[in-house]
């Protein structure tokens, strides 16, 4: 089965930098799309989820507006990762992150959870100010 598995979250301070990596291990098709999201550390994943990113199979990109210019999101197809860059990092980024895969793709909005139908379990990314 296919598998999503985050890593890279820790402490930073506001300002510094961090990656995220979201690796896709089992039978994913080669034409999968992949995005990242964002919940509060004491919320919900359920209920509380925030688009920050995502990338297409095709390598289009997504960004939320408030993460636009300070995150940047590539791919290694080779190992099957996404990463997520993180720059300029504000203590509002305190979040836990999760990737998600769409693996059976049919044109629907990056943004949306209900797109993705693979989960991570989330890693926590703590930004002091």
């Known amino acids: 089965q296919v598998r999503l598995e985050e890593s890279g979250g820790g402490s930073a301070q506001a300002g510094e930098s961090l990656r995220l990596a979201c690796e896709v291990s089992g039978p994913v098709p080669s034409a999968h799309n992949v995005g990242w999201f964002r919940h509060p550390v004491e919320k919900d994943r359920q209920l509380d989820l925030e688009f920050v990113a995502a990338i297409s199979w095709t390598g289009t990109e997504t960004f939320a507006d408030d993460v636009q210019g300070r995150f940047t999101i590539s791919k290694d197809n080779g190992k099957k990762t996404v990463f997520l860059q993180m720059n300029n990092l504000k203590p509002e980024d305190t979040a836990v992150y999760v990737c998600?895969?769409?693996?059976?793709?049919?044109?629907?909005?990056?943004?949306?959870?209900?797109?993705?139908?693979?989960w991570g379990l989330g890693t926590q990314v703590t930004i002091s100010s």
């Open positions: 998600a895969c769409e693996t059976i793709i049919a044109g629907r909005p990056p943004t949306r959870p209900s797109t993705y139908d693979i």
